[in-house]
């Protein structure tokens, strides 16, 4: 998608995340969202918008690459299934940033929208939207947290695949207990992967 199209994009997103709000709810389960990748970099055509969600969740609930649970409705709700938006998930007591999440911008908390940011981006001052950004490299530290998270996550979803009740309910529209056992290879190979690299640099 053009560049102006997928700035666009984005605050149409924000604005959705800001009606999450409006769910009745102890504590909102949507906390914050980050943008990060092609877009920073200002080019004429996006390939796709990359975006991170923030979840009123505990790490070991948000493995790697896995779809956390209670988060269809939210993919529903924030049409991200629509194209042309990757997500992840993010526990809020973990950094945003990781192996794959470099330079995350923030563009929507429970605040309320980051008009500043999304205004930035529109006129590409790219250093004002980056000022926002947190971190900068993940440490080895965090990359070994997320990899021991997903392995936890692994081993759990290897031991009840074949559990008639857990079948049952992690089954959903186009969800099959395939997809949670594939996601929860994928994220903890990609984060060996991470691990290895650093440790061969």
């Known amino acids: 998608m053009r560049y102006r199209r997928a700035v666009e994009r ?3 997103l924000a604005e959705e995340c800001e009606r999450t ?14 943008v990060f990748g092609d877009l920073l970099d200002g080019p004429d055509t996006v390939e796709v918008l990359e975006v991170v969600l923030v979840l009123n969740l505990p790490p070991e609930e948000v493995a790697w690459e ?3 649970p209670g988060t269809t409705w ?6 991200l299934g629509k194209g042309g938006i990757a997500y992840w998930w993010r526990s809020h007591r973990d950094p945003v940033a990781n192996h794959r999440i470099r330079e995350p911008v923030r563009f929507w908390s429970l605040e ?9 981006l529109r006129e590409r001052r790219f250093e004002v939207a980056r000022r926002a950004a947190g971190g900068g490299e993940p440490a ?12 936890e996550h692994l081993r759990a ?9 857990w079948r049952r309910e992690h089954r959903g529209p186009a969800r099959y207990p395939e997809h949670h056992l594939w996601e929860a290879v994928q994220g903890y190979l990609d984060l060996l992967d991470a691990r290895d690299e650093r440790t061969n640099d």
Request: proline share 5%; hydrophobic share 45%.
């Open 10 to 12: 984005l605050r149409m």
């Open 21 to 34: 709000k409006r769910i009745p709810a102890d504590e909102p389960f949507l906390r914050e969202a980050y």
């Open 66 to 68: 896995t779809q956390p």
């Open 74 to 79: 939210l993919v529903d709700f924030l049409r």
């Open 112 to 120: 309320g929208v980051e008009k500043g940011v999304l205004e930035a």
């Open 140 to 151: 080895v530290a965090q990359v070994e947290g997320d990899l021991g998270t997903a392995l």
């Open 157 to 165: 979803v290897h031991e009840a695949y074949w559990d008639r009740r």
